[in-house]
């Protein structure tokens, strides 16, 4: 059915390649998960509704186009595989995040903007997040010969990601003149999603190691890159690649397994971060604090990597059951004091 109005992609190419980039600085790989749905809505709109690009108008969008667009994510097709919830609900918050920026240009796409807002997001299983154990570390620690450059630089890293809880994207931009080994002040500044910067402190262990690195990958003898990890490829020195991160991850995990069960099947980058922030909860800190460590503008977000030990449960289930002889329930030792920190307050 022919609709008149505004052609849906009009303010695409300014959206993709001039709005995100460099009046919100966002990174490629956002730029590229944006680029990405618009896409992927461009097939889904041809190949389901005959709507090319010149023909789909942001007046065709409704709750039965968008539900329908999300059917169609996860059904398998040419070139791409079926999509999960979790992935739906990116690609259609894409989609409004560029409805949103159109709706700067035109106000009378508001209430087209409004509606797909309303659309409620599809209900993803809820699955508990992996986080590795202590023990786990140390057994892939173990089996990064440090005696060799590669293994000491391998080792570096799993303990810098570890204990600065940075996203592996954080850490493999990572200059030189971005680390400070000064004593108690010692420190590392990152740059996250945004170009947001945080400066985050470093544990005396990891000072070691980088200390140990710097004096072995940044001697006058090697070669000079500006990037505190970088490899040699045709003489010439570049930033490591995510792959390659988690390759050495994997490698060390695959090694590890057999002394040490704890060591899930699937081992990735990001799960060095994870465990960072649950075991820190763990040990009593404050859910605001942590939020701040890991770079997270949502609360909401920094839930998501929250897990009780077992000492917590054990805690929340004597706190409901156990009474005094006067009938109250006890507090647990501690337990003013970190109702407190939650509370943001000392």
Not at 272 to 286: K, M, P
Request: glycine share 6%; charged share 25%.
């Amino acid at each position: 059915m022919k609709v008149n109005g505004t052609p849906f992609f009009v303010y695409a190419n300014e959206y993709l390649h001039k709005y995100i980039p460099l009046q919100r600085e966002m990174s490629k790989n956002t730029e590229k998960t944006y680029m990405d749905a618009l896409s992927l809505f461009r097939r889904y709109a041809l190949e389901t509704h005959n709507l090319g690009v010149d023909r789909l108008m942001f007046e065709h969008l409704n709750f039965d186009f968008m539900t329908g667009f999300a059917d169609w994510l996860k059904s398998p097709g040419i070139g791409r595989k079926s999509a999960s919830a979790a992935t739906c609900n990116l690609r259609a918050s894409a989609i409004r995040a560029y409805l949103k920026f159109a709706m700067g240009k035109d106000a009378g796409l508001t209430s087209i903007w409004l509606l797909l807002k309303a659309i409620p997001p599809i209900k993803k299983e809820a699955k508990t997040k992996e986080a590795l154990s202590e023990a786990a570390l140390s057994a892939m620690l173990d089996q990064m010969n440090q005696k060799t450059k590669l293994g000491l630089r391998n080792a570096t890293l799993m303990v810098l990601m570890y204990d600065s809880a940075c996203r592996v994207s954080e850490i493999i931009k990572l200059n030189k003149n971005d680390i400070s080994l000064d004593g108690a002040d010692s420190n590392i500044i990152v740059y996250g999603k945004g170009r947001k910067e945080r400066c985050i402190p470093l544990m005396d262990r990891t000072v070691e190691y980088l200390r140990k690195y710097i004096s072995v990958f940044h001697s006058e003898n090697n070669q000079e890159s500006p990037y505190l990890f970088y490899t040699v490829i045709k003489g010439v020195a570049g930033p490591l690649s995510q792959d390659c991160v988690s390759k050495a991850l994997k490698k060390a995990a695959d090694r590890a397994r057999p002394c040490c069960a704890e060591i899930p099947a699937k081992i990735h980058a990001h799960l060095l971060r994870r465990s960072r922030a649950t075991h820190l909860y763990q040990s009593g800190h404050d859910i605001f604090t942590i939020a701040r460590f890991l770079g997270h503008e949502q609360i909401e977000t920094t839930k998501e990597y929250m897990s009780p030990s077992m000492r917590q449960l054990r805690e929340a289930l004597e706190y409901t059951m156990i009474k005094n002889e006067n009938g109250t329930i006890p507090m647990p030792e501690g337990y003013e004091e970190r109702r407190a920190r939650l509370c943001g307050i000392r």
